[in-house]
């Protein structure tokens, strides 16, 4: 059974820094990447970075590039997102996801998904 995670949200006020990280278990060698989407009340869930496997290549959103960083470590199953310079627009539930495809920004070329933590940035 697959299980995806997710700890290290909270609350942060605007400029500061979190690190998300999304433990994996259960996974086979099947899936192909992993990713992480966020989604605000009353908003739909939309993609915020995500990482290929074997770690050599990474995308990010517009809106988070240059502040977010996407890594993994395989030995530990445990894919991590480095959120810097958070701005208040950051808030959002922040989920884990891992896919077998090679659509990296959609969400329905996903096929698990963690159940989400909270960050909320206060301006």
């Known amino acids: 059974q697959v299980q995806l995670v997710e700890s290290g949200g909270g609350l942060v006020q605007a400029g500061d820094s979190l690190r998300l990280s999304c433990a994996a278990s259960?996974?086979?060698?099947?899936?192909?990447?992993m990713g992480w989407f966020r989604q605000a009340p009353g908003k739909e869930r939309e993609f915020v970075a995500a990482?290929?496997?074997?770690?050599?290549?990474?995308l990010y959103a517009d809106s988070v590039k240059g502040r977010f960083t996407i890594s993994g470590d395989n030995a530990e199953n445990t894919v991590y997102l480095q959120m810097n310079t958070l701005k208040p627009e950051d808030s959002a539930v922040y989920y884990c996801?891992?896919?077998?495809?090679?659509?990296?920004?959609?969400?329905?070329?996903?096929?698990?998904w963690g159940q989400g933590t909270q960050v909320t940035v206060s301006s």
């Open positions: 996801a891992a896919g077998a495809l090679t659509d990296f920004s959609n969400a329905r070329k996903y096929d698990y």
């Open positions: 259960g996974l086979t060698f099947s899936w192909y990447k």
């Open positions: 990482i290929r496997r074997n770690g050599d290549v990474t």
